[in-house]
Every structure is written in structure tokens, then in C-alpha cells.
């Protein structure tokens, strides 16, 4: 097995260990290294291949009369003539696909916890492992292949054969799936480091599917800074994580816990041949797809500062509890360094007036033109806004489905449905009031 970093015999101390925001806890090290392997050994893994349908750059007409050449004169011209047009075909992966093949890692653990449940994802099934392994087949029929990656990344810069960072596997990723309705994830990408719960909100489709929140970050100049490997740990701990992409220049692994200061990995720089994996469950080969080895670790000094983290929620009280989560690591945890943070746009950004004069203010209308809200029969426009018993906070938890249990600017609240405002002067401010909730 090529394994970069992991030149000694993993020894595990006797403290807990922590695998995709799990704890697991051992009576010594040896049961502690039968978790970890355990949980390696479900997860899909997918490394380079070898010998898969051929990637190529130029698309069209032109790639198909190049394939038709190519065949065309394979038997008859000089092999340095099929050498040329075999140039521009990408056939295997090894030695740029490490990024492309960590980020479907990734969205795959992501698909295994929303087929099973925390306690029985692990335990195997080989019919609903193809079922998922099959939308990553090596070909340009399956919707997450490295064909599809490459081919989206040429998008955004990236030639085919081109090495990707963190940030542009996520912004791929976040592509296909959010325009692939067969999947029931979708996927949101904080760009700037910050993430936009009515973003999700509408991303999710009002919550109608599961979320996959990445996380593209930079923790250094040159090499990672010391102070984050506390708050790395931290958000690995977090319930909803999956993980993070990363590793070194030019080097992609896909680190799924950590014991210590170790962290534990899945490493594709392994070449396989291409498994084709059919929608017959008895035709399939998912050997390959399961990592059989012993547990790649290394230190986390050693990491790159650039880095994907993965957050999985499967509804919207799982993303409730997920911000909840970050709210309390920002206040209540020593050393944490936050990576990334939850905010709401302003009114005027998000297109909500804050205009509550006349009687042709409605607030309603106003909030579902940001949140594509159907607006229900029973409500129309708010004109009395003035009234001595207006209730902001329950106006808003009944007739806008994004605030129902009161979650908004600020999650950690729980008192938001008794929120009176009761303002009837002049200095009344409905942009003042809805950012104090």
C-alpha cells in the first residue's frame, strides 16, 4: 500500500478515540484498535483506478471524431501516431485524482448516514453499498465519477489531469449534487467561511433534504498554525461531522478522527483497477471499495493549512442542534479558535423591508420574497404593527416556516415566542427588532 505518512506501526494510547463525531472508549489499546478498524473497514473508499472509460478535455463533436479516429488507425498507424491522440486521454487517475477521490469519500460517508441509522451504518449492506458506490462508477453515465469532477472542474480552471485543493472539490461537489434530484442530500459550501442558515434553508428545499455543509478553510500561510489543532479536534467531535479533506501539497487523504494529537485517515493513493459495480447486487464486485488495511495515521503538526470540513445534518433539528453546537464551542470551550461562523444577512441584503408605515407594508410578503415561502390563505398584509400586544417573535415563528421553534439570528434562544416589542412611537425600528432576536 503507497502510504505517505505513515512510515511507523500505528500504537494507540489508552485514551478515548473519537471517529466521525463518535467517542469510543476502551478497556485497553487492543479494543480500542478493533473500534478503529471496524469503523475503517465499513466506510466506502475510493482510491486511484486504472483502465476506466477515458477522460478527455476536449468535449462534443471533436472528442467524439478523435475517440473514432483513434480507433480507426490503432491497428494500422505506427504506435507513436496512437501515442499522440492517447496523449490527450486520461484513463487512469494516478498522481492528480487524490483530491477528486477524497471528496467522493466524503459525499459517500455522507449518503451512509442518511441510509442507516448511527447505530447500524457500520454493519453492512451490499446491496445498498452498490447502490450507493454505483453513482461514483468510473464513467461519464454516473453523476459523481471522476469523469463528472474533472469535467466540472474545467469550469472553474482546472484542466483535466490538474490537481484540485479543498475549494474546488467543494464547489464541484455542491454542483452536481444541487442540480442532481435523485439524491437526497444537497449540499452548501460556506464561501468566506461564513454560513447562512436561510441559505440552507432554501438550499434544503425547506428542509425536503438531508444537508452536507462543507467547509473550505485556510489555517496558515505556508504551514498549518499551532493554535488550530485544538479547535480541529473540536470540530471533529461535533455529532454532525464527517470529517475533513486535506493533507499535504499536492497529497489529499480523507481524515475521519483523531486520538490525540493523531490523526486517522483513508488514503487513495492506491491504483486499482476500474470496478465497474452494475445494478445487479450479485454481479457486483465492492471488495475494492472497502479499506482493508491497517489504519493510516499521522501527526496533525504535519498537516497543509488547506483543509474541507464536512458536516452532515439529516433535518432541520439536526442543523438546529448542529448551530448550536458552534455556538457553544465559541464561548464555552478554551483554546477553540473558530474556523468558521453563523450569521444572518441584513435586511437590505436579504431583501426584507423594513419600511412599517401605511397600510400597504406586508410582512409576510416581505419575509417569503427572501425565504420562497408559500404564502398560506390565512395570512395577508400586516397593517396593525402598532398594537400594544404585537408579538414579533410569534409572528414570525407562525407564518414563516424557517422560524418555527424560534431558531433565527440567534439559535441558542429559547424564549423568542414571548419577545414583545411592543413600540408604537416614532422610534420604533423593525430592522432593530428582528436583529435583537
Not at 478497556?27 to 483506478?49: G, H, M, N, P, T
Not at 447500524?120 to 471522476?146: H, L, M, Q, V
Not at 434530484?181 to 447562512?196: D, G
Request: aromatic letters at 12%.
Amino acid at each position: 500500500m503507497l502510504n505517505f505518512l505513515s512510515t511507523q506501526p500505528l500504537v494507540l494510547s489508552p485514551n478515548k478515540l473519537c471517529i466521525l463525531g463518535k467517542v469510543y472508549e476502551g478497556k485497553d489499546r487492543a479494543e480500542l484498535a478493533a473500534k478503529l478498524q471496524a469503523v475503517l473497514s465499513r466506510l466506502i473508499w475510493f482510491s486511484y483506478r486504472s483502465g476506466f472509460e477515458p477522460i478527455q478535455g476536449i468535449s462534443g463533436l471533436l472528442d467524439k471524431f478523435l475517440r473514432t479516429v483513434q480507433n480507426t488507425v490503432q491497428a494500422t498507424l505506427p504506435s507513436v501516431v496512437n501515442g499522440v491522440l492517447g496523449s490527450k486521454l486520461h484513463n487512469a487517475d494516478t498522481g492528480w485524482g487524490c483530491m477528486l477521490r477524497t471528496g467522493q469519500m466524503m459525499l459517500a460517508t455522507a449518503l451512509l448516514k442518511y441510509h442507516f441509522t448511527p447505530d447500524d451504518w457500520r454493519d453492512g449492506n451490499p446491496a445498498k453499498y452498490a447502490e450507493i458506490i454505483r453513482i461514483f462508477n468510473d464513467s461519464y453515465s454516473s453523476t459523481y465519477s471522476i469523469h463528472n469532477i474533472a469535467i466540472i472542474g474545467v469550469e472553474l480552471g482546472k484542466a483535466i489531469g490538474q490537481w484540485f485543493g479543498p475549494s474546488t472539490i467543494s464547489s464541484v461537489l455542491r454542483q452536481l449534487a444541487n442540480n442532481d434530484e435523485s439524491l437526497p442530500i444537497k449540499i452548501y459550501t460556506a464561501n468566506q467561511s461564513l454560513i447562512y442558515p436561510s441559505e440552507v434553508y432554501e438550499i434544503s428545499c425547506a428542509w425536503e433534504y438531508a444537508m452536507l455543509v462543507i467547509v473550505p478553510t485556510r489555517l496558515g500561510l505556508n504551514s498549518i498554525n499551532p493554535i488550530y489543532y485544538k479547535t480541529i479536534q473540536t470540530y471533529m467531535n461535533i455529532p454532525q461531522s464527517i470529517g475533513f479533506i486535506g493533507g499535504k501539497p499536492g497529497t489529499s487523504f480523507y481524515f475521519v478522527g483523531y486520538q490525540d494529537n493523531t490523526l486517522f485517515y483513508l488514503d487513495p493513493h492506491v491504483t486499482q483497477p476500474s470496478v465497474f459495480i452494475s445494478e445487479n447486487p450479485k454481479d457486483c464486485d465492492l471488495q475494492t471499495y472497502f479499506y482493508g488495511y491497517s489504519p493510516c495515521h499521522m501527526n496533525i503538526s504535519q498537516l497543509d493549512e488547506s483543509l474541507a470540513f464536512g458536516f452532515y445534518c439529516k433535518d432541520y433539528e439536526d442543523f438546529v442542534d448542529f448551530v448550536s453546537q458552534i455556538k457553544y464551542l465559541e464561548t464555552h470551550v478554551l483554546g477553540f479558535q473558530p474556523l468558521f461562523s453563523l450569521e444572518e444577512k441584513s435586511l437590505e441584503e436579504s431583501g426584507i423591508s423594513i419600511n412599517t408605515g401605511g397600510d400597504d407594508f406586508d410582512m409576510y410578503a416581505s419575509l417569503s420574497a427572501v425565504w420562497n415561502a408559500p404564502t398560506p390563505p390565512e395570512f395577508g398584509s400586516w397593517t396593525e404593527l402598532c398594537q400594544d400586544n404585537f408579538d414579533l417573535g410569534m409572528s414570525f415563528t407562525e407564518i414563516v416556516p424557517p422560524f418555527n421553534n424560534a431558531h433565527f439570528v440567534n439559535p441558542a434562544r429559547s424564549d423568542l415566542r414571548t419577545v414583545a416589542v411592543n413600540e408604537t412611537g416614532d422610534d420604533f425600528s423593525m430592522e432593530e427588532s428582528i436583529l435583537h432576536l
